[in-house]
């Protein structure tokens, strides 16, 4: 490492890019163009993980034999923030080359990286990237005027047509030709006091020489949307129609390919237990496993839309208006405003939310939101609403929506509380104060949309899928094992049955399964455990059987109505089929006592049980993953049972106290 | 006598009051204000910054330094700054912690 490259900045362990190959890492100023650039270079053929022992991601992929690391979107390569550190170790393993992405709009902000990057000594090629805008502007900038002035090569691109790109391959192609040392160039030598103001002198000064305005250089467009966009209450009222519009898109049109998947795994599921003889195996494959998979995949469709919508916003420039005009309602909940995408997307599915927390910079503020996105009310608890709106007004759609806005709002309030709670206990710590860049409004890429929303499905069946398969055949073998012989009724119900012929028969065969069902499962592991629990279940008005549902729901909670479907010898076909005989059901159940079991009280309980509770693996596959350890997932888990249980309890008790049973 | 004095005197005064007057503006005069004080539209050069967190320095790694001219193009909380032709929200907590002169 040079004097230069070592004078401001601390010495950082290298990061390894990868032996094999020509290796370029790609740098740029956020809004820079960068991963678009990088998205034109790669296409596909592009891997996503983190970074070893960090939660940033690292972006790598294949082009003309090289290979291509996106690094964070950075201003300064100070390593004062994680994202930063990161960058300064990746440089200083000495990448073959490095291409820095510079926004002609803003040449000199551009240029305070990349003379950073240049004190790195690593062979340097500059994208000027967004030509075609500095041109529109009145803005003209001399290429080899500016290569002259850095000893580097610059390349003029427009990114997003693919314009320049074979001249920044003909550049690469020379880079990787000599293998060149980097060559001794123009520093600033900006290591004194104020190196902001010593290099911004440097960046102004060379940006003015090769910079020529033929008029004042102005975005009306941007200026004009801005007033309304970041007005203080236009704003947000803007807001939340872009909000509503893209749930329009996610309930409104996932529904067809979740209708689709539902109906592929469940058709696959018939097609296997109709070709294989009825065993233990079999049950394990429709049940376990492709029932485990389709549950995890018909949620898929939504994950798609919404982050195919989230990109097409950040690209047009407007979410950062969203967490522009948010920031000052969200920091009174001690979060910043850039949280309130991730919390809206969370009334979706809190996967995608925690994967969208990436934006948020602080890393205590991002864990917060982390933590209480699950509360949210998600789609996968719509079924459950759904059966307590049912059992608690039925016949009343009216009280029953009352049920829905009640469990949505509590959902949106406790997580809210808990943000509230956390960063004034757990993770102390003032929000970091906003400062984010505006960036000028323009046509958003579908190529980049498409390309982040088939990333980002990608990390969400690699990482939820295999736990969602994991624990989806632990909780079968639970609910199968150990066996019972089948009861006294239900043999002599289909003794019965093979006594008659016809539609009779088929009715008492139907009974007598239903009671082997029923029975298979009280006696299981998980109707013990059921038992076991009941004790603990029991203030919240939940009997063992409730038990059941809720430990069968433990990885997705949508699960309890088949588990109840099937407890209550409804049979799981049926409650699907026809949810009204479910709900019938469930209503005429009775306790051991000879109580009604989904009184007033049980159900108000069970409902908030399930706004508060975490139940969900697939999720906490997902924390683990953005939080880079085990300790948050186990705390998200135990603080939201912890809440759920008291929760519920209060509600049940109360109830109780006021004579509603 | 005395009116030649006095006149002397007094265009003696008159030049120095002109070139007060000529001097005045490059006089130190304390107009420092804090960002956040500053209306809409107006245009100030930082004076001084009196933070140094890690907030600050994301700002400061955008262009704003000592010496740079800035616009406020929209004051409240936040507000939105123009440093080198680029628009900027920043938090009003982090704005009242840079000194500027109005231009």
Not at chain 1, 10 to 33: M, V
Not at chain 1, 113 to 136: F, G, R, T, W
Not at chain 1, 253 to 279: C, K, N, T
Not at chain 2, 10 to 18: E, H, N, S
């Amino acid at each position: 490492m040079s004097a230069t490259a070592t004078c401001c900045q601390p010495a950082e362990k290298p990061i390894a890019l990868g032996t094999k190959g020509f290796r370029i890492a790609l740098a740029g100023n956020p809004n820079s163009g960068k991963t678009t650039l990088f998205n034109a270079l790669t296409g596909l053929r592009t891997q996503t993980a983190n970074y070893p022992g960090t939660t940033v991601e690292r972006r790598a992929g294949r082009f003309n034999g090289c290979e291509v690391i996106d690094l964070p979107g950075l201003y300064d390569l100070q390593a004062m923030s994680e994202e930063e550190r990161i960058a300064v170790a990746v440089l200083t393993d000495k990448p073959d080359a490095a291409i820095v992405v510079a926004d002609s709009m803003n040449l000199s902000r551009s240029l305070f990286l990349v003379s950073q990057i240049l004190e790195k000594n690593v062979p340097v090629i500059v994208a000027l990237n967004m030509m075609d805008l500095a041109e529109d502007a009145g803005v003209q900038i001399d290429p080899g005027k500016l290569a002259a002035e850095l000893g580097c090569d610059v390349v003029p691109i427009v990114a997003r047509s693919g314009r320049g790109l074979d001249n920044l391959n003909r550049a690469i192609e020379r880079v990787k030709a000599a293998r060149l040392p980097a060559r001794p160039v123009a520093t600033c030598g900006a290591c004194s006091d104020c190196r902001f103001q010593t290099r911004y002198a440097w960046t102004d000064a060379i940006a003015g020489r090769c910079t020529q305005h033929t008029r004042e250089p102005a975005n009306k467009w941007t200026e004009r949307l801005d007033q309304y966009l970041t007005h203080p209450i236009v704003g947000v009222l803007a807001f939340f129609g872009v909000m509503l519009a893209v749930f329009f898109l996610i309930f409104h049109i996932a529904h067809i390919p979740m209708d689709l998947i539902d109906a592929l795994f469940s058709g696959l599921g018939s097609w296997i237990a109709q070709r294989m003889p009825e065993s233990d195996l079999r049950n394990l494959l429709v049940k376990g496993v492709i029932g485990g998979m389709g549950g995890m995949l018909v949620f898929l469709p939504q994950i798609c839309i919404l982050f195919f919508c989230l990109s097409l916003l950040e690209d047009t420039g407007y979410l950062a208006r969203a967490a522009f005009v948010m920031d000052r309602l969200m920091r009174r909940a001690g979060l910043p405003g850039k949280a309130f995408v991730p919390l809206l997307s969370a009334h979706a599915c809190a996967i995608p939310a925690i994967m969208a927390t990436r934006v948020i910079e602080d890393k205590r503020d991002r864990l917060v939101t982390i933590l209480v996105l699950p509360l949210v009310s998600c789609s996968a608890r719509i079924p459950v609403y759904s059966m307590l709106a049912a059992l608690l007004f039925a016949h009343d759609a009216w009280r029953a929506s009352l049920v829905f806005t009640g469990a949505y709002t509590l959902g949106l309030v406790a997580a809210i509380t808990a943000a509230f709670v956390l960063k004034r206990t757990v993770l102390k710590g003032e929000t970091r104060p906003l400062v984010l860049e505006l960036p000028g409004y323009k046509m958003p890429s579908l190529r980049t949309a498409a390309l982040m929303t088939f990333d980002r499905a990608g990390v969400f069946i690699k990482n939820a899928g295999t736990i969602i398969l994991v624990i989806s055949i632990a909780l079968w073998a639970l609910a199968t094992y150990p066996k019972s012989p089948p009861p006294p009724e239900a043999v002599a119900l289909q003794q019965q049955a093979a006594t008659l012929t016809g539609t009779p028969a088929g009715e008492l065969q139907a009974k007598a399964d239903r009671l082997i069902s029923h029975n298979a499962l009280a006696n299981s592991a998980a109707g013990r455990v059921g038992r076991w629990i009941e004790p603990v279940l029991k203030p919240l008005g939940f009997d063992w059987q409730i038990g059941i549902g809720i430990i069968s729901s433990f990885a997705a909670r949508e699960v309890i109505v088949s588990t109840l479907a099937v407890i209550y010898g409804v049979g799981e076909d049926v409650a699907e089929k026809n949810p009204d005989s479910l709900y019938d059901s469930l209503r005429k159940a009775e306790r051991s006592d000879g109580r009604k079991v989904f009184t007033t009280a049980t159900c108000a309980s069970l409902l908030v049980f399930y706004v508060l509770a975490m139940q969900c693996l697939s999720t906490q596959a997902i924390t683990r993953r953005e939080t880079n350890s085990l300790k948050w997932p186990v705390f998200q888990l135990v603080y939201m049972t912890v809440l759920a249980y008291v929760g519920s309890l209060i509600v049940y008790q109360a109830l109780r106290a006021f004579g509603v049973s | 006598m005395t009116i030649g004095s006095t006149t002397n005197s007094l265009v003696a005064t008159l030049r120095i009051r002109k070139k007060v007057m000529n001097e005045a503006p490059m006089m130190p005069v304390p107009t420092h204000l804090y960002l956040n004080e500053i209306p809409s539209g107006a245009h100030a050069v930082v004076h001084r910054i009196e933070a140094a967190d890690e907030a600050m320095h994301r700002l400061m790694a955008m262009g704003l330094c000592v010496g740079r001219e800035l616009e406020v193009v929209r004051q409240g909380n936040p507000l939105i700054l123009r440093i080198l032709g680029a628009r900027i929200g920043v938090s009003s907590r982090l704005a009242r912690h840079v000194v500027v002169t109005l231009s």
